[in-house]
């Protein structure tokens, strides 16, 4: 079966950081896209950031970028999300998924159980 | 930059059909895609691509998309079928993925 499990979340302070880890099985993890996708409690999702099959491409939302950085290991099939200078309003339940891309859209297909992060002095 | 809108709320007896709209100017020349997630759980993907299921994806969900509206049907509403649904899109002007507001359905 296909699984993505996400690790690394916890409280943190205001201005400081933290890295989230989403480890994958169960598929060839070199051969597709991931996002990371969050939501902060009683809101929507919120989409975060993708990183292509080799690490070619990575995008961001203007909401993280300059302050978060995506990357991933293909031979450990897991991708790590580097979270600095964290603020109250980053506080959120961030999932990764499966990013299934075509030249003309994207979907997630599947997606990890999310791990919780709290900011707050 | 897309703005994907759907009503907040919806309520629907047991047995009835529910229909979640999806508003954006030209959304019909898009690929839409639609995520339930039930209380305390992950998304899940209902339907891709206008409307295409997953395996293991009831028939009763469904969905179209037109002009400036997609929708996603579910028929024969059930108590399980209660959850939170977000449609998606991607955006080609920025390669960003863009979630829609999203809808609280009700079961009566």
């Not at chain 1, 975060?48 to 970028?65: E, F, G, H, N, W």
């Not at chain 2, 399980?80 to 359905?105: I, K, L, M, N, P």
Request: aromatic letters at 10%.
């Amino acid at each position: 079966q296909i699984h993505l499990v996400e690790s690394g979340g916890g409280l943190v302070k205001p201005g400081g950081s933290l890295r989230l880890s989403c480890a994958a099985s169960g598929f060839p993890f070199s051969d597709y896209y991931v996002s990371w996708i969050r939501q902060a409690p009683g809101k929507g999702l919120e989409w975060l950031s993708y990183i292509s099959r080799t690490s070619t491409t990575i995008k961001y939302a203007d909401s993280v970028k300059g302050r978060f950085t995506v990357s991933r290991d293909n031979a450990k099939k897991s991708v790590s999300l580097q979270m600095n200078s964290l603020r109250v309003e980053d506080t959120a339940i961030y999932y990764c998924a499966r990013d299934i891309w075509t030249d003309e859209t994207n979907y997630f297909d599947y997606w990890g159980q999310g791990t919780l992060v709290t900011v707050s002095s | 930059s897309y703005v994907l809108t759907q009503p907040p709320s919806l309520s629907v007896a047991p047995g009835q059909t529910a229909k979640i709209s999806c508003g954006e100017n030209n959304i019909g020349t898009q690929s839409v895609h639609w995520y339930q997630q039930r209380p305390g759980q992950a998304p899940v993907l209902v339907v891709y691509d206008d409307r295409h299921r997953p395996p293991g994806i009831s028939e009763r969900f469904s969905g179209s998309n037109s002009g400036n509206t997609a929708t996603l049907t579910i028929r024969g509403v059930e108590a399980g079928d209660e959850a939170d649904y977000y449609c998606q899109v991607w955006d080609s002007s920025t390669d960003q993925r863009v979630f829609g507001t999203g809808t609280q359905v009700t079961v009566l």
